[in-house]
């Protein structure tokens, strides 16, 4: 058994131009040394009964052995300010904030704020012990007192609390007063203790909301006992204010400024794209968000009047916190290489290897990618490296954690040995198909951080599947270039318009406004698309304007979603626009496409028959060397056939064009073919592959502007089809027949 | 919040359809008969007797059972002793685990 994480690592950027420099960030809790190798991928799919394992070595200059060490993650959101007057001179305070916690009583102590130095013990917190009950502890000069809350907090419920300290008389005091206190959620409560008067507090010590700082680690602020929930409006007066007057503190969205012993009000509703906190009081204690909680999320006096952010931030003021979010390993670079000029675009990787304790083989992978620069095409074809859909599903633990897995798989789940690490080790950050450690929906997913799912050897879908289309230009003679989707949202229509024609994966289901426009702007323009996949531009992301790599996921109520958003909470907050489905803001894929996602099948792939409009000749090219009656696809490396895993359907209602040709479909799905949940509008029985039409694989073409054209096949399955038959089975002679057809610049005639 | 609860699988399986048994060691990828799939969709969104996973010892060609843990974060459980050469049989092996469980009673081989 070949084992794939014994080292990990990542690189930065991501994605890299010829000529620069990229660096590698490894870790080994185990090995000294690796010998490395950078490679070019060709196929990434050890699959035996595939083309295999297929890289070509760069001989590039850090080939060679080379020494790792550890590197520890240290997952976990906080907000943070830094040491400034007065904190440290504060003698009495009071603190509060409207608290909506997800986890409480998990057994673990979870820090609200604190201003607390571990190293003396001195300071205060306001915490959730691990039984679930609010907690206040001051301490300073050897001496400490606490006050407990005598009720549990309820998990998902909006409770006020407040805490304050008297300097002059010591007493300390904590209120907590459920939002809704009805029906059995009530869970005010009260608690008071005396603590030593004139406590003198830690200096240089930083505030924090949401966990407990603990120093720094290479310049990186470090904190333990962390929070998971909901902070919205917490303020710092500097008196013992009582509970009455701080909740009509923390009621107000924009305290007055002019309080001289207002320290803080913080409003989580400005910057909501940022990592920035700002403070609304007139010391301005602004501070900073670590490892990107999630904002843009419904506060306590949220009313449903409105769903999005943007439209009213006021109610928008609250951060969530978890235990578990990740946004930057923040890992030392371990080599650096500066990328030779005259390297191809294409999927690359640093090949790891050493031997294992046990003596088992190491051969563990980081995945980056060259691209083919704006302005510096080589090549008259684009494959586009679906990296949004890579960060979506990185690190993914659904078949871990989604009980409905086994059960939508149909057989019971293989786990490669990368699963198996990632069961044992969160702190690698999940995907945007997982929840947090508090049931909630991962939004976000950066690359700062190892990705076991995008490299060679890893899990076979996506990132493996499309090398397969690499696999097949290469074996084919074709020459592409590799453009990515980082550089499409960033570059537009410009970086496709280089391209005569430019092919889409198995699976470029994530898609940002900008990429969706440089698609549509490309297709108008004459350019050729070739959609080699299924559930293409399903779900609308954001990236982040200011993090390399970051993208934003939200699920909203609709589609195959493995997990579902909060109420009022379908924007985005890196950039304020709806999210969830294209579909339902309007732009179904069929729309950009012809097809789009209609069901998921995973029991068995099937193939395509031809249609009537197959042999009409404006199309005629499509099958050449394709009999009327032949069955395309019907074999594949993935269940057995080209028509599989997640599949898409023409439909003019959804925007599928007047003058698309639908020339082939597998629409005898089986009862394992299930629709996505925005196929139906009321559920009843036979809805299913076996019984639904609906449920089934198009392929198409249609004729767009200016000579440019579009050839879907709507099937996550079809890549994997192109190499078996030695490369000349039908799947291979219909995707070939169509990219030299797309080649040739001779518009389409007759439509 | 919505959630996937895997205790709503409550399809009471007949412990005399030996038939089914029959039927799914034949053909344990199916297609199967209505009253099989009913039978595996109780044991597989229930997890009913562990969540018996395999893990892919090489790619293509042998794996081995393992179980997924209880808790978030621990480790799957693996048991070196069960290696399978082929998933039909790993299937087949799981499915008498799992009907064990549901129904009291073993299946012998």
């Given at each position: 058994?070949?084992?794939?994480?014994?080292?990990?690592?990542?690189?930065?950027?991501?994605?890299?131009?010829?000529?620069?420099?990229?660096?590698?960030?490894?870790?080994?809790?185990?090995?000294?040394?690796?010998?490395?190798?950078?490679?070019?991928?060709?196929?990434?799919?050890?699959?035996?009964?595939?083309?295999?394992?297929?890289?070509?070595?760069?001989?590039?200059?850090?080939?060679?052995?080379?020494?790792?060490?550890?590197?520890?993650?240290?997952?976990?959101?906080?907000?943070?300010?830094?040491?400034?007057?007065?904190?440290?001179?504060?003698?009495?305070?009071?603190?509060?904030?409207?608290?909506?916690?997800?986890?409480?009583?998990?057994?673990?102590?979870?820090?609200?704020?604190?201003?607390?130095?571990?190293?003396?013990?001195?300071?205060?917190?306001?915490?959730?012990?691990?039984?679930?009950?609010?907690?206040?502890?001051?301490?300073?000069?050897?001496?400490?007192?606490?006050?407990?809350?005598?009720?549990?907090?309820?998990?998902?419920?909006?409770?006020?609390?407040?805490?304050?300290?008297?300097?002059?008389?010591?007493?300390?005091?904590?209120?907590?007063?459920?939002?809704?206190?009805?029906?059995?959620?009530?869970?005010?409560?009260?608690?008071?203790?005396?603590?030593?008067?004139?406590?003198?507090?830690?200096?240089?010590?930083?505030?924090?909301?949401?966990?407990?700082?603990?120093?720094?680690?290479?310049?990186?602020?470090?904190?333990?006992?962390?929070?998971?929930?909901?902070?919205?409006?917490?303020?710092?007066?500097?008196?013992?204010?009582?509970?009455?007057?701080?909740?009509?503190?923390?009621?107000?969205?924009?305290?007055?400024?002019?309080?001289?012993?207002?320290?803080?009000?913080?409003?989580?509703?400005?910057?909501?794209?940022?990592?920035?906190?700002?403070?609304?009081?007139?010391?301005?204690?602004?501070?900073?968000?670590?490892?990107?909680?999630?904002?843009?999320?419904?506060?306590?006096?949220?009313?449903?009047?409105?769903?999005?952010?943007?439209?009213?931030?006021?109610?928008?003021?609250?951060?969530?916190?978890?235990?578990?979010?990740?946004?930057?390993?923040?890992?030392?670079?371990?080599?650096?290489?500066?990328?030779?000029?005259?390297?191809?675009?294409?999927?690359?990787?640093?090949?790891?290897?050493?031997?294992?304790?046990?003596?088992?083989?190491?051969?563990?992978?980081?995945?980056?990618?060259?691209r083919a620069p704006l302005g510096k095409a080589s090549a008259p074809v684009a494959f586009v490296a679906s990296t949004a859909t890579f960060l979506a599903y990185a690190n993914s633990a659904l078949r871990l954690d989604q009980v409905h897995a086994e059960a939508m798989l149909e057989g019971l789940?293989?786990?490669?040995?990368?699963?198996?690490?990632?069961?044992?080790?969160?702190?690698?950050?999940?995907?945007?198909?997982?929840?947090?450690?508090?049931?909630?929906?991962?939004?976000?997913?950066?690359?700062?951080?190892?990705?076991?799912?995008?490299?060679?050897?890893?899990?076979?879908?996506?990132?493996?599947?499309?090398?397969?289309?690499?696999?097949?230009?290469?074996?084919?003679?074709?020459?592409?270039?590799?453009?990515?989707?980082?550089?499409?949202?960033?570059?537009?229509?410009?970086?496709?318009?280089?391209?005569?024609?430019?092919?889409?994966?198995?699976?470029?289901?994530?898609?940002?406004?900008?990429?969706?426009?440089?698609?549509?702007?490309?297709?108008?323009?004459?350019?050729?698309?070739?959609?080699?996949?299924?559930?293409?531009?399903?779900?609308?992301?954001?990236?982040?304007?200011?993090?390399?790599?970051?993208?934003?996921?939200?699920?909203?109520?609709?589609?195959?979603?493995?997990?579902?958003?909060?109420?009022?909470?379908?924007?985005?907050?890196?950039?304020?626009?709806?999210?969830?489905?294209?579909?339902?803001?309007?732009?179904?894929?069929?729309?950009?496409?012809?097809?789009?996602?209609?069901?998921?099948?995973?029991?068995?792939?099937?193939?395509?028959?031809?249609?009537?409009?197959?042999?009409?000749?404006?199309?005629?090219?499509?099958?050449?060397?394709?009999?009327?009656?032949?069955?395309?696809?019907?074999?594949?490396?993935?269940?057995?056939?080209?028509?599989?895993?997640?599949?898409?359907?023409?439909?003019?209602?959804?925007?599928?064009?007047?003058?698309?040709?639908?020339?082939?479909?597998?629409?005898?799905?089986?009862?394992?073919?299930?629709?996505?949940?925005?196929?139906?509008?009321?559920?009843?029985?036979?809805?299913?592959?076996?019984?639904?039409?609906?449920?089934?694989?198009?392929?198409?073409?249609?004729?767009?502007?200016?000579?440019?054209?579009?050839?879907?096949?709507?099937?996550?399955?079809?890549?994997?089809?192109?190499?078996?038959?030695?490369?000349?089975?039908?799947?291979?002679?219909?995707?070939?027949?169509?990219?030299?057809?797309?080649?040739?610049?001779?518009?389409?005639?007759?439509? | 919040?919505?959630?996937?609860?895997?205790?709503?699988?409550?399809?009471?399986?007949?412990?005399?359809?030996?038939?089914?048994?029959?039927?799914?060691?034949?053909?344990?990828?199916?297609?199967?008969?209505?009253?099989?799939?009913?039978?595996?969709?109780?044991?597989?969104?229930?997890?009913?007797?562990?969540?018996?996973?395999?893990?892919?010892?090489?790619?293509?060609?042998?794996?081995?059972?393992?179980?997924?843990?209880?808790?978030?974060?621990?480790?799957?459980?693996?048991?070196?002793?069960?290696?399978?050469?082929?998933?039909?049989?790993?299937?087949?092996?799981?499915?008498?685990?799992?009907?064990?469980?549901?129904?009291?009673?073993?299946?012998?081989?």
């Amino acid at each position: 058994m070949v084992d794939t994480t014994a080292v990990l690592g990542y690189a930065t950027p991501l994605v890299v131009s010829p000529g620069e420099r990229v660096r590698f960030h490894l870790s080994s809790a185990s090995l000294a040394a690796v010998d490395v190798a950078v490679v070019r991928v060709r196929c990434g799919d050890p699959d035996p009964a595939g083309p295999g394992l297929k890289l070509h070595a760069m001989k590039a200059a850090i080939d060679g052995h080379h020494p790792v060490r550890h590197q520890p993650i240290r997952p976990g959101s906080f907000m943070i300010v830094g040491d400034r007057p007065p904190l440290a001179t504060l003698a009495s305070f009071a603190f509060g904030c409207f608290l909506w916690p997800t986890l409480p009583g998990n057994g673990a102590l979870q820090t609200v704020a604190a201003r607390w130095d571990a190293a003396s013990g001195a300071g205060w917190r306001l915490e959730i012990d691990g039984e679930g009950h609010l907690r206040l502890v001051v301490a300073g000069g050897g001496r400490r007192a606490e006050a407990r809350a005598p009720q549990p907090l309820l998990e998902r419920e909006w409770v006020f609390v407040a805490a304050r300290y008297d300097a002059v008389t010591g007493n300390l005091a904590l209120d907590q007063r459920s939002l809704d206190p009805q029906a059995g959620r009530d869970r005010s409560a009260g608690a008071a203790a005396v603590a030593p008067p004139a406590l003198a507090w830690p200096s240089a010590t930083p505030l924090t909301i949401g966990a407990c700082a603990v120093g720094a680690e290479r310049g990186r602020p470090l904190a333990r006992d962390h929070y998971n929930g909901k902070v919205d409006r917490p303020r710092l007066h500097a008196s013992a204010l009582d509970a009455d007057a701080m909740r009509a503190l923390c009621e107000q969205v924009e305290p007055r400024p002019g309080d001289p012993l207002l320290v803080a009000a913080w409003d989580f509703s400005v910057g909501i794209g940022t990592e920035a906190v700002h403070d609304r009081a007139a010391g301005r204690l602004d501070g900073r968000l670590v490892n990107l909680p999630a904002r843009g999320v419904t506060g306590a006096n949220w009313d449903g009047g409105v769903a999005s952010w943007t439209a009213k931030p006021a109610h928008y003021g609250a951060v969530h916190f978890h235990d578990d979010d990740l946004e930057d390993c923040g890992w030392e670079p371990d080599l650096a290489l500066d990328l030779p000029a005259d390297w191809p675009s294409g999927f690359y990787a640093l090949r790891m290897r050493a031997t294992a304790a046990d003596g088992e083989p190491v051969e563990s992978f980081l995945g980056f990618f060259v691209r083919a620069p704006l302005g510096k095409a080589s090549a008259p074809v684009a494959f586009v490296a679906s990296t949004a859909t890579f960060l979506a599903y990185a690190n993914s633990a659904l078949r871990l954690d989604q009980v409905h897995a086994e059960a939508m798989l149909e057989g019971l789940i293989q786990l490669s040995r990368d699963d198996c690490y990632i069961a044992e080790h969160r702190e690698l950050g999940l995907s945007t198909y997982d929840t947090h450690s508090d049931g909630s929906g991962w939004m976000y997913s950066t690359a700062q951080r190892p990705i076991l799912n995008m490299r060679p050897r890893g899990n076979s879908f996506n990132y493996v599947n499309d090398t397969h289309v690499l696999d097949w230009l290469e074996e084919l003679g074709f020459a592409y270039d590799v453009i990515t989707d980082d550089d499409i949202h960033r570059h537009g229509a410009a970086l496709l318009a280089q391209y005569r024609t430019v092919i889409t994966g198995s699976h470029p289901e994530y898609c940002s406004r900008a990429m969706w426009d440089a698609f549509d702007a490309y297709q108008r323009g004459g350019g050729r698309h070739m959609y080699l996949g299924g559930n293409g531009f399903y779900w609308r992301i954001a990236w982040n304007p200011a993090l390399p790599s970051a993208i934003e996921v939200r699920r909203d109520v609709t589609g195959v979603r493995t997990w579902e958003g909060e109420p009022g909470e379908g924007h985005h907050a890196f950039t304020g626009e709806p999210a969830g489905l294209w579909r339902t803001i309007g732009r179904a894929p069929q729309r950009l496409v012809g097809v789009g996602f209609d069901a998921q099948v995973f029991d068995r792939s099937s193939w395509y028959r031809r249609l009537e409009a197959s042999f009409d000749p404006r199309v005629g090219f499509i099958f050449e060397g394709v009999a009327a009656d032949e069955r395309i696809g019907d074999y594949g490396l993935r269940n057995g056939g080209a028509a599989g895993l997640e599949i898409d359907r023409a439909e003019p209602t959804l925007g599928s064009p007047p003058h698309l040709l639908r020339v082939a479909t597998a629409d005898r799905i089986g009862y394992g073919g299930l629709p996505t949940p925005e196929e139906f509008r009321t559920a009843h029985r036979g809805l299913d592959g076996e019984q639904n039409a609906n449920v089934r694989a198009d392929m198409v073409f249609f004729p767009t502007a200016a000579g440019g054209a579009v050839f879907a096949v709507g099937s996550i399955a079809w890549p994997c089809a192109l190499s078996p038959r030695g490369y000349d089975g039908n799947v291979s002679r219909i995707t070939a027949n169509v990219l030299r057809r797309f080649l040739d610049p001779t518009p389409f005639a007759g439509f | 919040m919505l959630v996937n609860d895997p205790a709503s699988a409550h399809y009471e399986i007949d412990p005399d359809r030996v038939d089914l048994v029959a039927e799914f060691r034949r053909n344990p990828k199916g297609p199967h008969s209505d009253g099989l799939r009913k039978v595996l969709h109780r044991m597989r969104w229930s997890g009913a007797g562990g969540r018996y996973v395999l893990v892919v010892l090489d790619p293509g060609r042998r794996w081995a059972l393992g179980r997924l843990p209880e808790r978030r974060g621990a480790p799957v459980e693996l048991f070196r002793n069960q290696v399978f050469d082929d998933v039909g049989t790993a299937e087949w092996h799981v499915f008498k685990l799992r009907w064990q469980a549901l129904t009291g009673r073993t299946i012998e081989d």
